[in-house]
């Protein structure tokens, strides 16, 4: 049984910073590409980040600069470190796992607002 537990959202003003992070279990997590991806309301989901399994990064070009996505093969974890966060970062934010195959996690919600 495939999981991927999100961990790390919250509430924070515009310029801070805050860390996601995505814990896996159920997949041979090495050879996944691994992604966050964020849904704000009344838009569709969209790609932020996503790391291969040779670690190659991809990001979307509004977070270019600002957001750093990273995994461990060893503790199965993918982190997304979001930096100079504006308002229009506020989304749930989702791990992705896939391919091979595609799942997600549950969503955590992150909100950029003074």
């Known amino acids: 049984q495939v999981q991927l537990v999100e961990s790390g959202g919250g509430l924070v003003e515009p310029g801070g910073s805050l860390r996601l992070s995505c814990a896996a279990s159920?997949?041979?997590?090495?050879?996944?590409?691994m992604g966050w991806y964020r849904q704000a309301p009344g838009k569709q989901r969209e790609l932020v980040a996503s790391?291969?399994?040779?670690?190659?990064?991809n990001y979307a070009t509004s977070v270019k600069g600002r957001f750093t996505i990273s995994r461990d093969n060893v503790k199965k974890v993918v982190d997304l470190q979001m930096n100079s966060l504006k308002p229009e970062d506020t989304a749930v934010y989702y791990c992705?796992?896939?391919?091979?195959?595609?799942?997600w996690g549950q969503g955590t919600q992150v909100t950029v607002s003074s």
């Open positions: 159920g997949i041979i997590f090495s050879i996944y590409t």
């Open positions: 992705n796992a896939g391919p091979p195959g595609t799942f």
């Open positions: 790391i291969g399994s040779g670690g190659y990064t």
